[in-house]
Structure formats: C-alpha cells, structure tokens
C-alpha cells in the first residue's frame, strides 16, 4: 500500500519560515492536499492540489511538489501556526494521510 | 453555509455495532463525494471509507472491510456508518467529510464524533 512519511516534528522560531515535507513514491504525479489541525478541533484544509490556497488562508502559507516530495511553506510564523499538519494524497481510489507533523512556535 | 453534523458515537463493547449518522446542510449533498475519516485519541488521521454521489461505488481502507458499511441516503441528506464486529483498535473520533466531485482533497469536516470500545 502507499504510504506518506512526514517529520514528527518541526520547530520554528516566531516570523521564521517553516517547512514541512511529506514524501512518497513518485508522489509528484499525484496531487498533494495539507490539513492543519489545531489542539482539540477538526483538521481544516489549507493547500490542495499541490498549492492551492482555499478562501481565507493567508498567502504566507504555501505549498510545492515534485519528485517525491511535497513540502508545505508557512511564512512569517506566528503563534497561531502552531498546529498538527497532515498531508493527503489519492492513490487507487483510496485516501492516504502522512503521519502528521508537530509544528511548535517557540 | 456548508455543515456536516456527525452523531451516534458512544461506547460499546467489543464485538457489538454502532450507526454513525452525518447530517448535511448548505450544498446540493447529492453532488459530492462523501467520506469518513479517524482520529484514534493521540495518534493522527485514518481514512476509513469513501461512497461516490449516487452510492454506486465504496471504497474502504483494509482493516475495517467486511465490518463496516458506507452508505448515503441523498432525500435526506444524510450519510452513515455501520460498524460491526467493532475492536478496540477502533476507537476513534470519527469525522464526516465531503469530497468535491473529481477533486482529491476533502473541503469540509464535521466536528466528529467518538467511539469507544472497550468492555
């Protein structure tokens, strides 16, 4: 089965860039969605297809894939960044998550 | 406004069933995919399960095939969840979430619902 892999963790200092991978085989030719799940709510999408931001998320946050690897950007982090990130992509008409990504503020 | 409304959740043992119900509001729900996603407590998202518009087609992740059902009933814009011969590696908030047709990605999440099994 397909599998996506992603840092457990990733800490930024406050208005640094922070960089999230994701990666899995060929994962360039499918497209790519990340999800940003904050302490005790639901995941909320914040990129699909790749890089497309929905109505509402910021332009600081952004995405990129290729090879085997999609990275999810979020410039100019702040305080209310800090939140699980998952990636998602489609393979064979089933859905595969990353294991999600701890991304911390300090 | 777009809302998915899970319930149904709750404790039951292992072995027993649970119904999980979505309520769908503020889209046209007979044109999106619809699916079902799992959080087991600390640990990251599952994809459990996926129905196409019309209930044509299911798709189910591995370890829940041949226990748990998809379906949809479109006139009341409503999605469900049977789970059967449930186990303890099942307890999970579970979420409702909507697929935009031919998209990859799912839009809109409910808040969940929890399951717990244990005896």
């Known amino acids: 089965s397909y599998e996506l892999t992603q840092p457990p963790s990733v800490s930024v200092s406050p208005g640094q860039t922070a960089s999230i991978t994701c990666s899995g085989d060929?994962?360039?030719?499918?497209?790519v969605c990340w999800y940003q799940q904050k302490s005790g709510q639901s995941p909320v999408m914040v990129i699909y297809e790749d890089r497309k931001r929905p109505s509402g998320i910021p332009e600081r946050i952004s995405g990129s894939n290729s090879g085997n690897t999609a990275t999810l950007t979020i410039s100019g982090t702040q305080a209310m960044d800090e939140a699980d990130y998952y990636c998602?992509?489609?393979?064979?008409?089933?859905?595969?998550f990353g294991g999600g990504t701890k991304l911390t503020v300090l | 406004e777009v809302q998915v409304v899970e319930s149904g959740g709750g404790l039951v043992q292992p072995g027993g069933s649970l119904r999980l119900s979505c309520a769908a509001s503020g889209f046209t729900f007979s044109s999106y995919w619809m699916g079902w996603v799992r959080q087991a407590p600390g640990k990251g998202l599952e994809w459990v399960a996926n129905?196409?518009?019309?209930?044509?087609?299911?798709y189910y992740v591995d370890s829940v095939k041949g226990r748990f059902t998809i379906s949809r009933d479109n006139a009341e814009n409503s999605l469900y969840l049977q789970m059967n011969s449930l186990r303890a590696d099942d307890t999970a908030v579970y979420y409702c979430?909507?697929?935009?047709?031919?998209?990859?990605?799912?839009?809109?999440w409910g808040q969940g619902t929890l399951v717990t099994v244990s005896s």
């Open positions: 129905i196409k518009q019309d209930g044509s087609e299911k």
């Open positions: 060929k994962l360039g030719n499918k497209y």
């Open positions: 998602q992509a489609w393979d064979s008409s089933t859905v595969v």
């Open positions: 979430a909507r697929r935009p047709a031919a998209m990859t990605h799912f839009d809109y």
